[in-house]
């Protein structure tokens, strides 16, 4: 396999963007992204979404997008693992960098979220759940994630108060940040005040509906040399894919998230790397629980210690391994195809020492973990500054 580094990162402001098509948003976050790298042609485009039939009706993105960035001919493709959709992308375009498919990719991920109404949203994202067993009966993503939540609580003592917890720690980081959907400091009151979804889950518990777009461009070492930036370079050294069981009434474990661990085990053998040696972390916290279950997953701690994790502080922006510096999905906002992909982009931007004021000190190896539906299937990513 060939080194693969990251070479440049594009962002478009996460939000309710009532004024961007779909297209708009990918062509400013795919165009941020050729522009901060440098390039102005990849051999490849590939794009993570997870519904844009039911979102905006729209489907056929790979021609459609390489056509409005005037690109038409080049190879693209569109992949989609629900919510994982983002993380996919960026493991089909590692694969063609390594194996020697393509030498340079256009790596991006897009959704626009807010243009159905919210039951049509939760229409389209309960896509991702079991239809035969989970959405037939009614059951939507916060009454999933509610059920691990339960049962979290039940087996480990996990509290309210810790979940809500998770969601003032990113709140907090997700105001540093100048691309997160919400700007609010919350407290542990106001999440167990705000309006209970379904039960432990509160509304300040989960992600939101969000649009919008971010761009990765991603090629073997050689020409990251050849391009002369003056950025220390970043590889992906690691790459790890699973599934488990959609249903959640397959599981055997529900108080663990199986696919997220067989993703980070298989990221941390290609990587050679152990969770104690990661400075920092983005996960998948589409809910608060989610957090807690990714960290435990991810081996930074054990089973039932995510919880008290968060409440001593030891993922904080400024704790032992900060845990979703960007803000998480919680306040930077949840655009489901783009997610995984703004994952990565944070990992970079954090290594390149470009964070500003979320910046986490010294960190030269990061974490990427994304997942789809309640963990049906999940990608992990391990970057790090070469030596
Ligand atoms: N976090 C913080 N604030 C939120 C929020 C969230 N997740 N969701 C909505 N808000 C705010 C809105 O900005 C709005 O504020 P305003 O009154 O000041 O304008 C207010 O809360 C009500 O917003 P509204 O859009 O009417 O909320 P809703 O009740 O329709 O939707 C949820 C709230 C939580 C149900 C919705 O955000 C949701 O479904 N989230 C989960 C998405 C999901 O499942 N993703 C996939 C995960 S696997």
Redesign the pocket.
Same mark, same amino acid.
């Given at each position: 396999m060939r080194d693969v580094a990251v070479v440049g990162i594009g962002m478009i402001d996460f939000g309710e963007l009532w004024e961007k098509s779909l297209r708009t948003m990918w062509a400013e976050a795919a165009l941020a992204a050729l522009t901060d790298a440098g390039v102005d042609s990849v051999d490849m485009v590939t794009i993570g979404c997870m519904s844009p039939g039911l979102f905006a009706g729209q489907e056929h993105l790979a021609s459609l997008l390489a056509d409005e960035l005037g690109m038409a001919g080049v190879p693209a493709a569109r992949v989609e693992s629900a919510?994982a959709s983002g993380g996919l992308a960026l493991r089909m375009a590692f694969a063609e960098v390594a194996g020697g498919l393509s030498d340079t990719v256009l790596v991006t991920g897009v959704e626009k979220m807010t243009d159905v109404d919210?039951a049509d949203?939760?229409f389209a994202?309960g896509t991702?759940a079991d239809q035969e067993w989970e959405g037939f009966h009614g059951i939507?993503?916060?009454g999933l994630?509610a059920m691990l939540a339960q049962v979290h609580m039940q087996r480990h003592g996990t509290t309210s108060e810790q979940l809500a917890a998770v969601a003032v720690k990113n709140h907090a980081n997700g105001l540093l940040n100048p691309h997160a959907q919400?700007h609010?400091k919350v407290s542990v009151e106001d999440v167990l005040a705000s309006?209970m %979804?379904a039960d432990p889950l509160h509304?300040?518990d989960?992600?939101? %509906?969000t649009d919008g777009a971010a761009a990765l461009v991603i090629t073997t070492v050689e020409r990251a040399r050849e391009l002369g930036s003056e950025r220390p370079m970043v590889k992906i050294t690691g790459s790890g894919l699973a599934t488990d069981t959609m249903a959640l009434a397959n599981r055997n474990d529900l108080s663990q998230l199986d696919g997220v661990r067989l993703a980070a085990e298989r990221a941390y053998a290609m990587a050679g790397r152990k969770p104690e040696e990661l400075h920092v972390v983005e996960v998948h916290d589409?809910?608060t629980i989610a957090e807690i279950m990714t960290t435990e997953a991810i081996g930074l701690f054990d089973p039932g210690f995510g919880a008290s994790a968060v409440d001593k502080g030891l993922t904080s922006l400024h704790g032992k391994i900060p845990v979703n510096p960007s803000g998480g999905l919680?306040s930077k906002g949840?655009p %489901?195809g783009a997610t995984g992909v703004a994952q990565v982009a944070e990992i970079a931007t954090q290594l390149w020492g470009e964070a500003g004021q979320r910046q986490v000190e010294g960190a030269t190896i990061g974490l990427a973990q994304n997942m789809g539906?309640?963990g049906g299937s999940s990608t992990v990513h391990i970057l790090e500054v070469a030596s």
């Open positions: 919510c919210g949203a939760t994202l991702a939507t993503f916060p994630y919400y609010l309006t %979804v509304l300040l989960c992600s939101p %509906v589409c809910f919680k949840h %489901v539906g309640s």
